[in-house]
């Protein structure tokens, strides 16, 4: 029974009679990395991540874009059909806002976006279409070794989304991850 599971049957059990209780170690990975990638590399990513065009997907964008590239070459207009293209889609956003609401931004729904970019994800069915759901990366699902290709690759997709215009090399980036790790006593 780990130390989450105490506080659940605590009101369950009898003062004065014995109990036999099992201790389990549920893997070999490093406390301590685990905090760099909760602590450090997460919140650092998260802080320096940038939303852009929420309401309108990166598909749509392409194509609407692409369209209009292809116009443009069809007849050179100096960019109009380029210019015209991003106000379409900067319209779309707006009444898509106007439907919808302000989109909130959340360290947890990045932390999935994250694991999933990294490639550690499961492909779901569900009545809305396929989704990739994020697979756990918890003590017990994953030992040292395989946790270091995570945060590795994790680092990478970070590194390459948002943290290469700020840092001027990856190890700038990592010492800011332990940084941040500290800052934050995780």
């Known amino acids: ?5 105490i ?5 369950s059990l009898k003062i ?3 109990y036999k209780v099992e201790v389990k170690q549920h893997s070999n990975r490093s406390y301590q990395h685990h905090k760099l990638f909760f602590g450090g590399l997460l919140p650092l990513a998260y802080e320096y991540w940038q939303p852009e065009n929420g309401l309108i997907t990166q598909g749509e964008e392409n194509a609407v874009m692409g369209f209009a590239k292809r116009l443009e070459a069809m007849r050179d207009t100096g960019g109009l059909w380029l210019e015209y293209a991003g106000d379409y889609l900067a319209d779309i956003a707006r009444k898509r806002g106007e439907k919808i609401g302000a989109v909130v931004a959340d360290i947890e729904a990045f932390r999935k976006w994250l694991i999933v970019k990294a490639g ?4 779901m069915q569900t009545p809305d279409g396929i ?3 994020p697979m756990s990366i918890s003590f017990h699902a994953m030992g040292q ?3 270091n290709v995570f945060y590795k690759r994790c680092f990478d997709v970070a590194w390459n989304m948002m943290l290469n215009t700020v840092f001027e090399s990856e190890e700038a980036a990592q010492q800011a991850a332990v940084q941040k790790m500290l800052e934050l006593g995780s």
């Open 1 to 5: 029974m780990g130390l989450c599971e």
């Open 7 to 11: 506080g659940k049957v605590s009101g």
């Open 16 to 18: 004065g009679r014995g």
């Open 120 to 123: 550690y994800f499961t492909i």
């Open 131 to 133: 989704r990739k759901e």
């Open 145 to 147: 070794e395989e946790f």
